[in-house]
Every structure is written in structure tokens, then in C-alpha cells.
């Protein structure tokens, strides 16, 4: 995590949110896991957030990307937007778990820069979602290298009818 451009992105994080432009966001996928473990190589950066519905029900990102325009990013590589040489992508929550592991996010604080951050029960549960080969992989290393609480754990996965898919993978 001593990478300078990404503690500028977690800067420009911690100033959207004081602009008001985030309120509720977290970060997943691989960067979240590195929170947990040991770096690894990654292309990019998912940051979840709550975004109120528009009144027909519609998820409205715009007002991030003027943010980060008018801040001097604007180029797109695929959907992810490239900020200080990495590829952001910014992901609105929807109901169920992903919001529940935004609203539940763990804080840390790196160079007094407060980065909100999914804690490893709820990537655990994420990638049991997705069932992605490279999420199990995620997995794998949560579990080797980070102290999870497993009736938090266990309570997640129930919750979101994911358990099944645990004791498969620890049969295997």
C-alpha cells in the first residue's frame, strides 16, 4: 500500500466524501483484500457506493464523473475511469449484500487519510456471490492470511443464503 498514486486516489476519496459528493462507500474487490494480506498485482480499484435512486428508480453516477472531471480526470479505459494511473471504477450498491458490506465497512486510517474499507467476512461472502474462479482465489488468501470472525461469517453467508456454498468450498 506505499504505492504514492494510490494514497492520492484514497486522498481524492476522503476529499469527494468531505465535499459531499460520497457518503456511503467502501472499497472491494482486490485492493480491499490487500487490506487483509499480502499485495498482490492488480489493474484496478472498486470503489461500492450507496446512490439514492432517482425517483423513477434509476441509479444516476453523473455527478461522480463531473466531480472527477472538473478535478482533471477524464479519460476512460472500458468503463473504468484511469485516476492517477489506475483504473477506478466506481460501483453503485443495490440492495442485499453489497450495501450491507458498504454500511458495515471497516475505517483505516493510512497517513491520516480515512479509507473505508470491506472487512474480509463480507469479501468472503462477495465472491461466494459471484463465484468467480479468481474471487475463490480471494478467498484462499483471506483465509490464510487474515483473522476472520467466523460467526460473523457465518451469519453473513445464512443471511444472504450463501452458506451452502461454504461448506462446498470447505469440502474441497
Known amino acids: 500500500m506505499k504505492q504514492p498514486s494510490l ?3 484514497f486522498k ?3 476529499q469527494m466524501e468531505k465535499e459531499g459528493i460520497l457518503s456511503q462507500w467502501a472499497i472491494g474487490g482486490s485492493i480491499g483484500v490487500m487490506f487483509y ?4 498485482l492488480t489493474k484496478d480499484i472498486d470503489i461500492f457506493l450507496y446512490v439514492k435512486p432517482t425517483r423513477t428508480g434509476l441509479i444516476d453516477m453523473g455527478f461522480i464523473y463531473d466531480c472527477l472531471r472538473d478535478k482533471g480526470y477524464s479519460k476512460f479505459k472500458g468503463q473504468s475511469i484511469i485516476v ?3 483504473l477506478v471504477d466506481f460501483i453503485p450498491t443495490k440492495e442485499g449484500l453489497i450495501d450491507e458490506a ?6 483505516f486510517k493510512i497517513n491520516n487519510i480515512k479509507i473505508n474499507v470491506m472487512s474480509p467476512e463480507y469479501l468472503i461472502a462477495l465472491a461466494f456471490e459471484s463465484g468467480r474462479k479468481q474471487d475463490y482465489a480471494k478467498v484462499e488468501k483471506i483465509l490464510q492470511q ?3 470472525n467466523k460467526k460473523k461469517l457465518t451469519r453473513i453467508l445464512k443471511k444472504f443464503g450463501l452458506y451452502e456454498k461454504w461448506e462446498t468450498y470447505e469440502q474441497v
Open 12 to 14: 481524492l476519496l476522503e
Open 7 to 9: 494514497l492520492k486516489i
Open 102 to 107: 458498504v454500511f458495515k465497512s471497516n475505517i
Open 146 to 148: 487474515s483473522n476472520i
Open 37 to 40: 494480506t499480502e499485495p498482490y
Open 84 to 86: 492517477k494511473d489506475w
